[in-house]
C-alpha cells in the first residue's frame, strides 16, 4: 500500500495544477474534465490537427483516449502524440476497445510508434490485444480476468518502454520489471461509464507532477481505488455512484486516503 | 399492464448482457452508455466508416440516433445499417428531430431503406415527420399531443413493417395491428435531456434479447416509466432526477416492478 | 441587485420556452441541454454545415462556443453565424480557450465579423484575449483576477457592439458605457466544467425573451449566481455540486430569487 505517497502526489497535482491536455472520446469527456478538475488539475480537450501541436506545446502532460475514434483524430492523434515527445512530457495512451476491431488494434500499434507512451492504461483484454495475444473483446468492458493478462502488461511494457496499467477488480502497474498490485475500489466503479478513461486521466495529472512514471500510475490508480471505495459506500446504484466518486476525488484529504483499507 | 414480462426482460438484458452498437448523438452518448451499464447491457459507441461494419459483427443489436447528424456520420450509419441487415440483429432507429429540418427528414428516409428498422422510437411530431405528415417540429422536445399521432405511428408500422414507439406522457407502441399504450413515468422525465434517446438504447438491449419486436419494445418503455416514476419520487430537480433514475435501472428488482402501477 | 429584474425574466423563459440553437463544445453538450430545459426553454444542438441555417430559421437565439473546434464546425459556426444575423436573432458567443492557440483567437476574430455577437461571455483572459491585449491562457480556467479585464471589456465592447460579459469570482458586465458587477455564486463553481458554457446558454435564453441585451446578460448572470451560492450550500462536492445547480434552475421560485444575497 502507497497511501502515504499517493496523499503527497495528490497534493502535488493540487498545488501545482498541472495543464493536461485530452484527446479522448465523446462519451466520457464531460467526466474526464470534471475528474481533473476534482483534483485540482486544469483540463483542456482540443483535437483538431490546426492546434493540438500548439495546445501541446502548453501543456504539462498529454492524453490520448481512442473510445470514439475516426480518421481526422487519429490524424491530430499521431501530430500531438509527435510534439508531446518532442517536447518530452508524458503521454498516456488508453486503447478503448483494442482487439475489438481491426481499426482500434491498428490505430493503437501506430500510437505506441508515433507517441511512445510513457503510460498504457487498459483493461486486460485491451493490454492482451496490444502485447499481441490472441483474445476477442467483448465491446470495451472486459470481463477477462486481470491475471491472465499481468504477463501480457510485463512483455508491452519491455516491448515498449511504457510503464503498463491493467484496471480490473485488482489493478496491475507494471514497468516490465516492477510489479505492483492495487486491491481497492468497488465493482460498482464498472457500472459507470468511463472510469477507465477517467483513471487514464488522473495517471495523466500525476505523471505530471511526479517524476517516476511507475511510482505516478501507482499513485493514481490507488486514489481512484480509495475515491471509488469510498463513493461506493454512499451510493445507492450506479447514479450516485458518478456523483459520489467526484465528490471523493474533490474533497478527499490526506487523512481520508490513510484510513482507507485494501481487500 | 407487462409488468411480469418486463421484469423477465430486464432479467434477460441482465443475464445475457447483450451488445449494443451505438451510433448516436454527442449530447447523450454519456447518458446512454450509463442507461445501458446501468441495466446490465454493454454498450459501445463506434462510427468511424472504417469500423462500423467490423463492430456490428459483434454486437447484438444496433441504434442509429441522428440528434447530431453531419455528413460523415450518415455515410457511416448506411454502412451500420446495412450490415446490421445483413447478419439480422435487431436495429432501432431514433429519428431525433425528424421534421425540424430537411437534413434530418430526408436522412430518416434514407436510413429507413437502408438499416430497415425493427423499432423506430420517436415523439410525435418526429413520428409524424416520418410518416409524412405536415407537422412542424419545435426543436427536439415536441408538445404535440401524443394522440394525435397515433395514426401516422400506425401507418408507418405498415409502410416499414417496424414497431413504431411514440413517447410521451402517454406512450404508444403499435406494429400496426397491436396497439398498446403505457401510463406511467413522470412530466420530471421530459425536463432531462436525453430520456427518449435512453428509451431508444434501452429497446435495443430488449431487443436483443427478447424475440418479438412488438414486446421487446412494450417491455423496455415500460422499464422506463417504472424507473422514471420511481426516480421522480425522490427528485428534488431535473439534476437529481437524472440521477435517480440511473439508480433505480441498476437496482431494480423484479419486486420493486411488480409494486409500480401505472396512472 | 436585480433579483426583482431576474425572476421576471426567469419567468419569460418558462412561459415563452424560446428554442435556443446551440452549436457547442462535446465537454458541455449533455449540461448545456440539460441547463436550459431546467430553465424552462427549448435547446437543440446542430452543427451540420447541410441544416444548421434551416435550425437558426426557427430558433430564438444562436450560441456558438468554440470549445473544441476544428475546420468543418467553424465553417457552419459562420454559416449559422451569418444567416442569424440576416434573421436579427440574438447571437451569443463564447470564445473558449481564446488566447490559448491561434486558431482560437483566429477564429474568435473571424466570428465577430461575420456572426456580430450581441453578446460575448469569457473569463478575464478570453476576453482580454478578445481586446488584443497580451495574455497567456492557462487552459480553459483563467485564475487572472477579473477586475484586469474590466477595461479590455469595455474596449471590446466599443469595437464590437456587443455586451461583454466577464465571468469570474465577481462577475462584469458592460456595453461599453454601463457597466454592473455580481457578487454572488460560488468559488465550487469553477471546480465543475462547462459552468461558464452553461452560463452563455442561459444568456442565450434571456436573451431571446429581454429585449434589452445588457439587461438579458445582467439577469442571466445573476441567476447563474443565485442558483451557485443555493447549490453550493447543498454540495459535498463537486459532483453534488453539478447536481444540486441542476435542481435549483429546475426549481427556482420568484421568492427563492428574492431571498439571496450577494457578497
Chains 1, 2, 3 share one sequence.
Not at 154 to 171: E, F, N
Not at 189 to 214: E, L, Y
Request: with cysteine.
Amino acid at each position: 500500500m502507497n497511501l502515504e505517497n499517493t496523499a503527497r502526489g495528490l497534493n502535488a497535482v493540487r498545488s501545482k495544477s498541472p495543464l493536461v491536455h485530452n484527446i479522448t472520446n465523446y462519451v466520457v469527456m464531460n467526466n474526464t474534465a470534471n475528474a481533473l478538475l476534482a483534483i485540482g488539475a486544469s483540463p483542456v480537450m482540443a483535437h483538431a490537427i490546426d492546434e493540438v501541436a500548439d495546445m501541446v506545446a502548453i501543456a504539462s502532460s498529454l492524453v490520448i483516449n481512442i473510445g470514439t475514434l475516426s480518421g481526422h483524430w487519429i490524424d491530430s492523434m499521431q501530430v500531438a502524440g509527435k510534439t508531446a515527445v518532442e517536447r518530452d512530457i508524458p503521454r498516456i495512451l488508453d486503447p478503448v476497445g483494442a482487439g475489438a476491431t481491426p481499426l482500434r488494434t491498428e490505430t493503437c500499434k501506430t500510437l505506441l510508434k508515433s507517441m511512445k507512451p510513457t503510460v498504457i492504461r487498459g483493461n486486460a483484454s485491451e493490454i492482451m490485444a496490444l502485447a499481441g495475444s490472441a483474445v476477442t473483446t467483448k465491446g470495451v468492458d472486459s470481463s477477462a480476468e486481470s491475471t491472465r493478462a499481468v504477463d501480457a502488461a510485463r512483455q508491452l511494457a519491455q516491448a515498449t518502454g511504457a510503464v503498463v496499467v491493467i484496471s480490473g477488480a485488482i489493478d496491475y502497474i507494471t514497468d516490465g520489471e516492477r510489479l505492483k498490485e492495487i486491491k481497492l475500489g468497488s465493482p460498482l466503479m464498472a457500472q459507470v461509464t468511463g472510469m477507465g478513461c477517467t483513471a487514464t486521466a488522473v495517471i495523466g495529472a500525476f505523471a505530471a507532477v511526479v517524476s517516476d512514471p511507475f511510482e505516478a500510475a501507482w499513485q493514481a490508480m490507488t486514489l481512484m481505488g480509495v475515491a471509488g471505495q469510498r463513493a461506493a459506500r454512499q451510493a445507492r446504484g450506479t447514479g450516485t455512484m458518478q456523483i459520489a466518486f467526484l465528490d471523493e476525488l474533490s474533497t478527499l484529504t490526506a487523512e481520508d486516503i490513510l484510513s482507507e483499507k485494501g481487500a
